[in-house]
């Protein structure tokens, strides 16, 4: 090829005062607010929020039962906004714990108040993302979607200066194509990560300060379904969760149905990935679950209509890292701000893109730039966020150590606890133990999972259901799922744990493909990849790491 490196355009920079990276809950509540204390103080702050997905909200995927507690800090009068997606209250709630065939019902007066669902709302949170974004650009907040921050800029001091998107028209091969564009860098007083769960920059920014505080961060892999069912069977606001079947003792989890909308129905399961059965595909679990008849019946005669999978923060209180830096902080799923048992986190996305911004202005008007933002620690920990996470800071472990039955019973007695005794409860804060990679056991000690074949109707095959999820990305890139060690798959994970990405991967994108001669070739699909970010996570070798392919790559959720 002539071109060289020398012969392409230099990159351009920009200069604001504060770069958010992730348009999601945190990083829209952040930018949301920074100008409105702009306003009050009548500046002229410049706020840019860089988003990889096509257009806000098409990498969002929850539940999702949001507790508006956040929205109301933010947004007083939102529920008064008629444009607000948000509009089915909560008005059943529903525990079961699952077996084959039957189900058992837990009564809820003797759990915590904290997993009481009335007063919160029901709905798709990337319709209520993309409606927060339009509340953001009326501010004045400049929103680029479609451009994936892919690099950290560090100023002369080592503080965190912003970031740059990826260059565009990049071939497989690395040589710039004819639509080649380079990145932007975007450079800022101070720096906000709001990437969610296992965020590909956040990874190396808790590496490079060194901000882990030695607990491993926990994760689980959220499935989700969205169905349009009958309407003699849809009962707005009714919230049903579950546990149980078919996951055994040892491997933890959980699902839920929620009723919202238009005849909606969402459907979904989570499973914890410190699980140690390498044989074991939450995906398949997932389609397993539905033909339980609580969820069969609900959905019969439905249609699924989207489709979608995310990793899930699960260490909570003690796996929460240094949350600043010189230059920025880590605000929302990407500092894990998930409150597990509820199975709620935009709340504390929310209320911590709040705190980080009121921590911004308040360095800002004291002349200060790219230092540490340390009040916002104190902010956090002190809080809504801190108070959320402390109470139930032991469920994790707990339900890790003893199983799902013995663990959830204990669990439930030390939330009561931290309820009586709000962020004291017994005095003690269990550590997690390992990480979800290390947690991975060999074959030897498994037999082989027989899943059933789908049916096409209630259950589905993985790449039928991708395509339901609008995954696309430009064929001819840099592969974005890097093997550290291209060796490791077939001589390490094969032959040790049956290479287990073929089965935690929810999209099909790793495959083992046994040539002419019984040679086996190991080969990525990265088309099909949803952006879940499992793969990072869960190897066990941990030779996988995910980065960001070329901006609005990736899933286009619509109503998830």
């Known amino acids: 090829m002539a071109d060289t490196t020398e012969d392409l355009p230099e990159r351009e920079a920009m200069e604001f005062d504060v770069v958010i990276v992730g348009a999601g809950p945190a990083g829209l509540a952040a930018a949301i607010r920074l100008r ?36 109301d800090r933010l947004l007083p009068g939102w529920r008064d906004a008629e444009d607000c997606p948000l509009q089915t209250k909560v008005t059943k709630d529903r525990f079961y714990y699952l077996r084959r065939k039957g189900k058992f019902v837990l009564p809820n007066f003797p759990l915590p108040p904290l997993m009481n669902n009335h007063g919160n709302y029901v709905g798709s949170l990337g319709d209520l993302t993309r409606w927060l974004g339009e509340k953001a650009e009326s501010l004045g907040v400049e929103i680029y979607p479609g451009f994936a921050a892919s690099e950290i800029l ?55 300060f060194d901000l882990d505080r030695g607990e491993p961060q926990k994760f689980g892999i959220g499935l989700k379904e969205l169905w349009e069912i009958d309407p003699e069977k849809h009962n707005p606001g009714y919230v049903q969760h579950s546990f149980g079947w078919p996951l055994d003792n040892s491997t933890g989890g959980g699902s839920f149905l929620y009723h919202y909308g238009e005849n909606l129905v969402a459907v979904g399961f989570v499973v914890h990935l410190n699980y140690g059965n390498p044989y074991l595909s939450p995906y398949d679990e997932f389609q397993r679950f539905k033909t339980h008849p609580v969820v069969a019946q609900v959905l019969d005669g439905g249609r699924r209509i989207s489709y979608g999978a995310r990793a899930i923060t699960e260490g909570g209180w003690q796996s929460m890292p240094k949350l600043a ?53 104190s902010r956090i920990r002190k809080g809504p966020v801190g108070k959320d996470l402390k109470t139930v800071r032991n469920v994790k472990p707990l339900w890790s150590n003893f199983g799902t039955l013995i663990g959830f019973g204990l669990a439930g007695i030390d939330m009561w606890a931290n309820t009586i005794l709000p962020r004291v409860g017994f005095g003690f804060t269990l550590r997690h133990r390992k990480s979800d990679a290390a947690a991975t056991n060999r074959t030897d000690l498994y037999s082989p999972i027989d899943y059933p074949r789908p049916d096409g109707k209630l259950t589905f095959d993985k790449l039928t ?48 493909i046994r040539e002419e001669g019984g040679a086996a070739r190991f080969q990525i699909n990265a088309q099909n990849c949803v952006h879940c970010k499992t793969c990072d996570i869960k190897d066990p070798s941990q030779n996988i790491t995910w980065v960001c392919p070329e901006g609005g790559g990736g899933p286009n959720y619509s109503g998830m």
């Open 36 to 71: 409105q204390l702009a306003e009050e103080k009548g500046s002229d702050l410049t706020v840019v929020v860089l988003e990889k997905g096509s257009e806000v909200g098409a990498h969002i995927l929850s539940g999702a039962v949001v507790d508006p507690s956040g929205l």
């Open 154 to 208: 560090f100023d002369e001091r080592g503080a965190v200066a912003g970031v740059a998107t990826g260059d565009m028209g990049v071939a497989a091969d690395g040589a710039p194509k004819d639509s080649y564009t380079p990145g932007i860098e975007l450079r800022g007083k101070y720096t906000l990560f709001a990437e969610g769960a296992r965020g590909s920059l956040s990874k190396r920014i808790i590496r490079h």
């Open 325 to 377: 830096f010189p230059g920025g902080c880590l605000i929302g799923c990407a500092a894990g701000f998930v409150n597990l048992p509820r199975i709620k986190g935009s709340h504390n996305a929310i209320h911590s893109g709040i705190e980080a911004a009121e921590t911004v202005i308040e360095s800002l008007d004291q002349g200060h730039s790219r230092d540490e933002l340390a009040g916002y620690e």
């Open 465 to 512: 259901n991708v395509s339901f999820s609008a995954t696309n990305h430009e064929e001819d890139q840099p592969v974005h799922l890097i093997l550290d060690d291209p060796s490791i798959p077939l001589d390490v994970n094969l032959p040790l744990y049956a290479e287990p990405a073929q089965r935690y991967c929810p999209a099909g994108v790793y495959e083992v």
